[in-house]
């Protein structure tokens, strides 16, 4: 009996990953090598040939003033809304399910965001911080205030960008600390009382901050990946404006390859963004295997 | 804790500041939000002028229903390609079973823009830019889909799949009619998860589709800012409301889904 079975069992097997092979060789592998290679050429887009010009792609980025600055303000950018949304979403977590009170209400409100359309929300914010007939400028006039330009000055317009970075992000990481904060067991916090620790911010301290290492050190990864992927605000409030101040790597990478028809140094752009995403990765993977045991 | 409810009272206000705000200039005309006054509640209503400019410019009904037809043909492709395959990662022995588990892994690594410029290519010397086709076929595959089944079905009882076969089912039949209405937690979370991200998603919209006729949504807006509206604030928040209402409406019907479908997908970024 058991040989026949096995032997269809193989060919079931074959055949219901067959479709989502073929998909994942044309859709997936196959384009995500053809970047890789495409990094190292000069192809643009209606050219007749294209040629093999090694790194020239990445040394024309070293030189590029715009491709530095484009990274730098990225970074500023992850500097800012990472740290933010994470204990913002940390704190929101321990707030909200610290009572019964209002739980699912205000869960609802801070994770509003994540499911709006960010093209849409990012137009509201485009009124709500107009310089002039902006309420968050006209409130600051109402308090005496000075009224910065927001999205239109190179001073605050990254600022600007992270805080609705922010905005958009911390229910979403709300949400993954609280199923951590869950999966902690009640009784830890019982012994940890019975052993002395009285106030509420020892109990934090004791049980719950080292119970969240893993979860906290994935928030990490996750949030420094999605903010590394800004690109709809800005696509849609900035345009990498003014004067570069909001370039961004996704936005620089999609203006070289779908304005300009780069796709060369588009793909090496790719490339370099991949790169830092795989680099992130590791580190989690690393850190995990090393440090976020319960101790 | 007697400050829990003020502080998140206080702190739900201002996330739901912007969607105040532009609920409330969407009501207002244009003289009223010049005025730049910090009353929310309109002195004069203007819905019918202000919706009613959106509407007569531009085919929001259609934005809308493109944004459908687009995370519908999304999901069901990857729904098709995902669960068979996640079964048989799971469940069968087959030869090649490694190596489709490793490309599968391997596949997770890589964020969707990596791929993005030679599926343009190739969109483009097909001739199917400003599709549907477009929209949909490059999400067709999603490997987080194929993962998260395979998780999935790892857990159901092997005695399940055992009786069906002495039932005389094929492997197939056990797919669609044994191990799919088994896998609706795991589906919802997923289908959730993969409307979400593509409803809101503007990279590829914005590289592959040109003028309205396939817009998304979130393109649309994109299109009704730069082409009509300028300073025409009003009927900018109005069109932002049509095209932000749907998922809204929809996590608020079902927002424990939502919260759960989200988070437990969640490693997907």
Redesign the interface.
Known sequence: MRPPRLAGEAVAGALMTLPAAIAYLLLLLLPTLATALLAFTDYELGAPDLGWIGLGNFQEMLADRGFGVSVRNTLVYVGLVTPVSILGGLGLALLVEAGAKGRAFFRAVFFLPVVSLTAAMAAAWQYLLHPTIGPVNAALRAMGVGTPFWLSSSDTVLLSLAAIGVWESIGFNMVLFMAGLTAIPRELYAAAEVDGARSGFDRFRLVTWPLLGPTTLFVLTISMIRSLRVFDTVAVLTQGGPNKASEVLLFTMYQQGFTYLRLGYSAAITLVFLAVVLALMWLQTRVLDRRVHYS | ?RA??P??GL??AL?????L??VA?SLKPASE??????SLWPEHLAIAENYGRVLSRVPVLLYLWNGIVVCGGILLFQL???V??G???AK??????SL?FG?VML?L???P??????????A?GLGLLDSYTALI??F??S?FA?FLFRQFFSALPDDLLHAA?LDGM???AI?WRVVLPNAWPAATAFAIFSV?SH??D??WP??VVQGHAHAT???G??QF?SEEAGDD?GA??A???L??LP??L???LA??R??EG??TT??K?
């Open positions: 804790m829990r409810l502080i998140l702190l739900g996330v739901l500041m912007p969607y705000w532009m200039a939000i010049f005025r730049a006054s910090l098709l390609f995902a068979p395959a079964y048989a990662l069968l022995r087959f030869p090649g079973r489709a490309a596949g690594l890589v964020p823009h990596v791929p993005a410029l030679p599926l343009y290519v190739a483009s076929a490059p067709a595959i490997v194929i076969r094929g492997e197939w797919v979400v409803w809101n503007l990279f914005l590289i949504p979130a393109l807006v994109l800012r604030f900018m928040m069109a932002a409301v095209m932000t998922l809204v929809a996590f608020l927002q424990r939502f919260v989200i988070a969640g490693l970024g």
